[in-house]
């Protein structure tokens, strides 16, 4: 039996690893010693297990114990845990050798010169009997190097583990920087243009425009680092929005909340309800001259699990044309991908029960249990 050594797998070991490799070491060395009396009780039955016996295994088990801690020092040295198989092979072919001989050199003073046995224990090795010990050690030394590699090999596998999730939360979290990096321009050039459009008609009704974007844009700018926002504080949002937008079209928009309120602690991804309503508005509401209605829903699946957010506007959805990037809802779809995977989903489509109505369907996973409310569903209409 081998003994384990353990390595950090930066250039600089903690104590703990430290003193872990020493623990293995000691008992691994101590245990092969005990396996070597074993083995002597069962094949040598006439052999007294004096202590002559109990010293030399003791011995060999502290000089193996040296010298497969200086086959280890030396390999750290020279950094052979980077070579690759075949570099790496021949050497330990050289390096054990060398350490087999050396060891039993050294074994066989300690021996002859301090132990000394008796004549009745056999005396001193002949040169047959040197090379079979030889022979064995280096065996066994091939055992600890296997045992110290598959360590190392072990560790590195499992650093690398650790790496690539780590790389993959980095790459996440940069992805949905990038996302939001561009909903934000996006919105703040529409809602520029809403305000341009009335600073010399009605400089009041500009002024009042003004403080909406700004309540929005502080909305966008703080979130920005925000993965997710309670669908309250989103709601707050696109009410802004909504009052931003029917300040301009008037009584071409109606708009309607119908939210159960027990949804409103449920996480979803901020800016997202508001980008389905700027979508309705923009490409439903806005070019129809009678204008239209948006009906904002938000309910809780029956087993509690999903919420079902719905954006429900008068208008006709087509495929984007060609050259339409359709920017806004890809990144929403990427967004809910990078938070929530296949269990998130943002459908758009007509709707097949009413003519000249566009659904826009949203589903998340509740993650954590919800507070209770008993007050009824909040409905709000403009």
Wanted: positive net charge; proline residues 6%.
């Amino acid at each position: 039996m081998s003994s384990l050594s353990v390595d950090s797998p930066t250039p600089a070991p903690t104590p703990t690893h430290r003193r872990w490799y020493w623990s293995l070491q000691v008992a691994g060395w101590l245990l092969y010693a005990c396996l070597g009396l074993i083995l002597i009780r069962l094949f040598a039955a006439r052999v007294v297990i004096g202590w002559h016996l109990l010293a030399i295994q003791l011995a060999m088990a502290v000089v193996l114990l040296l010298v497969s801690h200086c086959v280890r020092a030396w390999m750290k040295r020279q950094h052979w845990k980077q070579l690759p198989f075949g570099a790496l092979l021949w050497r330990l072919l050289v390096a054990n050798g060398v350490a087999a001989v050396l060891g039993q050199i050294v074994l066989g003073v300690i021996i002859a010169f301090l132990i000394r046995p008796p004549a009745s224990m056999g005396g001193l090795a002949g040169g047959a009997q040197f090379v079979g010990y030889i022979l064995n050690t280096y065996f066994v030394l091939w055992l600890w190097t296997a045992c110290y590699f598959g360590w190392h090999y072990l560790s590195r596998y499992k650093q690398a583990e650790v790496d690539k999730w780590k790389l993959q939360a980095a790459v996440r979290e940069a992805e949905m920087s990038t996302l939001k990096a561009q909903i934000n321009p996006h919105f703040l050039f529409n809602g520029l243009n809403n305000i341009r459009a009335l600073v010399m008609e009605d400089p009041a009704r500009a002024r009042a425009m003004m403080t909406h974007l700004s309540d929005l844009l502080r909305y966008s700018i703080q979130l920005n680092g925000t993965e997710q926002v309670p669908l309250a504080r989103e709601l707050e949002i696109v009410e802004h929005y909504l009052q931003l937008e029917a300040m301009q079209l008037e009584e071409r928009l109606t708009y309607t909340l119908d939210i159960d309120p027990v949804t409103l602690a449920v996480p979803i991804p901020p800016m997202t309800l508001q980008l389905l309503v700027e979508n309705a508005i923009k490409h439903g509401i806005a070019p129809r001259p009678e204008g239209g209605v948006i009906t904002i829903s938000a309910q809780l699946a029956a087993d509690g699990a999903q919420l079902h957010v719905v954006v429900r506007n008068t208008g006709s959805y087509q495929l984007p044309a060609p050259g339409h990037t359709g920017i806004g809802l890809r990144n929403a779809r990427e967004r809910l991908a990078l938070l929530f995977g296949p269990a998130a989903t943002l459908t758009l489509t007509n709707d097949p029960n009413a003519p000249n109505q566009v659904l826009a369907h949203v589903q998340l996973p509740v993650a954590a249990a919800l507070p209770s409310h008993s007050t009824p569903a909040t409905v709000a209409s403009v």
